[in-house]
């Protein structure tokens, strides 16, 4: 994932008072974690503005990383913790995982993403569109499994799941991502 | 072979072992029935081929990017503030282990004063019991609702510290496996 000075070696000089090489490790993480925010605020404005907030809460907790987990790990707790505070903040209802309306209620917010589907039609954008219509529990852990290079294991003590049920729950959501890809991209899939 | 396929099939399962298959979480016995499948099944190969084709897509679809200024605005906020001293320097393990010592004390104090109260000279002709409990007057000691109340809330600490102990030992001996 990256080259130069470790985490481990970044958080230490920060402890020790180079409070500048923080940016180093804002600017190793600062497209995953905006990433992950982004599934949840459906929006760059406040996905911008909650990132940010991610990592100074990150900088002020820093004394608590024990190292005992990966950085990466530990931090995608705090993007967990902080998008669903943002989310009940935004009173947005965040919908169970068996609960078939969650489709029903991707599926309106879907019109708004149409527009677009034309214009952009490579392969990597069509697949961020089609996670961006899935719920943000879907969403976050396909891309914490795809994109953020995270373990079953560590997805699981992110989210706070058992291994198991986040196995399932990554199962379901690429389900539902193969539904959306072949009822808006089948077209675009089959020209590629 | 094919009474298996058609079992998980209305399972729903093929696509469910197909995934583990993929992202390599099948043992290798399990690998090689699935690898069989694929080989010898067309309708596994082709939803084979169909989750490949979206693992590898969404493997290779790029990451979102915020702003040109975003390391710069999280450096100037953090300026304002400082890192916040570790949770575990808040606590002194000494204090919590102080009242630990306090309230193990305290009950190992009512035990050893409850046992000093009973008959051992039991009477094999009235009853079978080693210790006569019955002689003990607890009712000196609970007889008021707020020393119960302690008591309990003494007994809740010191299992709690129990269980602390204990599970820091079998973190240690999982660590030394």
Known sequence: ?192 | MNADVNISLEDGGMEGRLWEYIDGSTSGEERSVIEKLIADNQQWREKYRELLELHQLVQTSPLEEPSMRFTKNVMEEIAKYHIAPATRTYIDKKIVWGIGIFFITLILGFLIYGFSQVNWNTDAGESRRIVDVTNVDYSKFFNNTYVNIFMGINVVLALMLLDRFLASKKKQIHKEA
């Open chain 1, 1 to 192: 994932m990256s080259t130069g000075p470790s985490d481990s070696e970044i958080i230490s000089l920060v402890l020790k008072g180079d409070h500048n090489a923080y940016g180093a490790l804002v600017d190793r993480y600062k497209s995953y974690v905006f990433t992950l925010t982004l599934r949840f605020t459906k929006n760059r404005e406040d996905a911008e503005e909650v990132s940010q907030d991610i990592f100074i809460k990150a900088y002020r907790s820093l004394a608590d990383f024990k190292g005992t987990a990966k950085f990466s790990t530990w931090l995608y707790t705090i993007v967990n913790t902080t998008c669903i505070t943002f989310l009940r903040k935004k009173r947005l209802e965040v919908k169970s995982l068996d609960d078939e309306r969650t489709f029903e209620v991707a599926d309106s917010q879907d019109s708004g993403f149409r527009a677009n589907i034309v214009e952009q039609k490579s392969r990597q954008n069509m697949v961020n569109q089609a996670i961006a219509m899935l719920s943000p529990d879907d969403a976050e852990i396909i891309t914490l499994f795809y994109k953020n290079e995270q373990s079953l294991e560590e997805i699981s003590h992110i989210l706070g799941l058992e291994v198991n049920a986040a196995k399932v729950r990554l199962h379901r959501a690429r389900g539902r991502l193969k539904d959306k890809m072949e009822k808006y991209f089948s077209e675009e899939v089959r020209d590629l």
